[in-house]
Each structure stands twice: as C-alpha cells, then as structure tokens.
C-alpha cells in the first residue's frame, strides 16, 4: 500500500446492540449439533449449537424458539433481521425491558467459550 495510503476500517460489530425496540444480537448459529445450546462469544458473535439442520427454514425457526425460551419472551418478539439463508444473524428480540434482556445476554457470553 503507497505510504500516503491509510488502510480503511470498518468497526467491528458488537454482539449485542440495545436499541429502542429490545436488543440485536449477531450470531453464529451451528446447525445439526447434538444439542441445543448457546457456546459464547466467537469472532464478534455468540455461537449458537442448534439440532435442526438448515433446510426448508428448520434452523431458523428454531433458532427463533429457543432464543425466546432463553430470554423469556414471545416467539413472534424474535425476528431475523438480516442472515436467513447463512449462519451468521442478525436477530432483534423485542421488549419494552431491555435492561432484563441485557443481563440474560451477559449471562451467555461469561458462560464457558468454545
């Protein structure tokens, strides 16, 4: 690169944003794993083990049922904004308590990391 050159960067995404509907969540979803669970944060994502395999939609509507048993809310709360078709998500979980939400998700990322 010529030395008048500076590289550009883009920043790195967080793993949760809280934003005025609930909080985005970036994910790492592992499909056809032997048991539904969340692994921790890996490369600026929290990995997730889901058993359903990624055809006909079957991971992401898991992935959406089990993200609503953890965090406590409705299933239609859970919605993938970005990412249906790649293990990489984007999903915002809806709620007026963002704050309850936000320490569910603490919880995860201090769990043992993979």
């Known amino acids: 690169m010529p030395?008048?050159?500076q590289a550009m960067s883009r920043p790195e995404p967080s793993l949760c944003t809280v934003t005025k509907d609930g909080i985005l969540l970036n994910l790492h979803i592992q499909?056809?794993?032997s048991k539904?669970?969340?692994c921790g944060?890996?490369?600026?994502?929290l990995k997730i083990r889901l058993t359903s395999p990624p055809v006909d939609g079957a991971a992401?509507?898991?992935c959406r049922e089990f993200l609503a048993d953890l965090?406590?809310?409705?299933?239609?709360?859970v919605e993938i904004v970005s990412g249906e078709t790649s293990r990489?998500?984007?999903v915002l979980i809806r709620s007026n308590d963002t704050e309850r939400l936000y320490g569910i998700f603490s919880k995860f990322c201090t769990q043992n990391q993979t």
């Open 31 to 33: 499909p056809r794993a």
């Open 71 to 77: 965090f406590d809310v409705p299933k239609s709360a």
């Open 88 to 90: 990489h998500k984007r």
């Open 41 to 45: 944060p890996q490369d600026n994502a």
């Open 3 to 5: 030395a008048n050159c």
């Open 36 to 38: 539904n669970e969340v």
């Open 60 to 62: 992401n509507k898991l």
